[in-house]
Nanobody
Framework: QVQLVESGGGSVQAGGSLRLSCAAS????????MAWFRQAPGNQRERVAS???????YYAPFVKGRFTISEDNAKNTLYLQMNSLNSGDTAMYYC??????????????WGRGTQVTVSS
């Protein structure tokens, strides 16, 4: 059973940066896709960025150029570096994983989330 634990959230002023981490465990073969999602109150959960096991990345248009997804396979840890944060980035951020050939589909492993709050 894949387990995902996020950390690194917090409160930051607009223009600031945060780095989220996701410690993954419970598998011997890395899930094909790992991703960061976010959900703000009243909004649907949306995929922010994802990375496949061969390093193909995806970024949502609203974070492109500001956020960077990366991973340290030796530490089984996924990261999301977030720069130039604005109030629209305020949300609960979730780490997710799936064993699938497409990173655009449904994810079946989820962490509990870490809150990011950006004040203007």
């Amino acid at each position: 059973q894949v387990q995902l634990v996020e950390s690194g959230g917090g409160s930051v002023q607009a223009g600031g940066s945060l780095r989220l981490s996701c410690a993954a465990s419970g598998y011997t073969v890395r899930p094909y896709c790992m991703a960061w999602f976010r959900q703000a109150p009243g909004n649907q959960r949306e995929r922010v960025a994802s990375i496949s096991s061969i390093g193909v990345t995806y970024y949502a248009p609203f974070v492109k150029g500001r956020f960077t997804i990366s991973e340290d396979n030796a530490k089984n840890t996924l990261y999301l570096q977030m720069n130039s944060l604005n109030s629209g980035d305020t949300a609960m951020y979730y780490c997710a994983a799936v064993r699938a050939t497409s990173c655009a589909g449904t994810y079946n492993y989820w962490g509990r989330g870490t809150q990011v709050t950006v004040s203007s």
